[in-house]
Nanobody
Framework: VQLQASGGGLVQAGDSLRLSCAAS????????MGWFRQATGKEREFVAA????????YYSDSVKGRFTISRDNARNTVYLQMNSLKPEDTALYYC??????????????????WGQGTQVTVSS
């Protein structure tokens, strides 16, 4: 199983970035997918999730209205479009594949597989 996140970088406040996570080694279309982030000195936190079909999406309050999660099951890829970035969005961003039947997709404990992370740094 491999989850390869990419697309991070250094941007200014108000800019946009699109993260991608390419999955392999499992049946991608069977799994809910999520993005989490971890800032230096803080715990990893939920950012966004999408169900296996892409029919439902979930967001943390801090990113709702600015970030959009989507997936392409034909490409085994999940995306996170991040607009209106703020300095407080600075973190290492991880993609993850959820346990089959996960109830909320918001808890770290619901995820089986994790990628290596991609750094997003937003300057003010």
């Amino acid at each position: 199983v491999q989850l390869q996140a990419s697309g991070g970088g250094l941007v200014q406040a108000g800019d946009s970035l699109r993260l991608s996570c390419a999955a392999s080694g499992f049946t991608f279309s069977d799994y809910g997918m999520g993005w989490f982030r971890q800032a230096t000195g803080k715990e990893r936190e939920f950012v966004a999730a999408v169900t296996w079909s892409g029919g439902s999406t979930y967001y943390s309050d801090s990113v709702k209205g600015r970030f959009t999660i989507s997936r392409d099951n034909a490409r085994n890829t999940v995306y996170l479009q991040m607009n209106s970035l703020k300095p407080e969005d600075t973190a290492l961003y991880y993609c993850a594949a959820a346990t089959f039947g996960a109830a909320t997709l918001r808890s770290l404990e619901e995820y089986d597989y994790w990628g290596q992370g991609t750094q997003v740094t937003v300057s003010s």
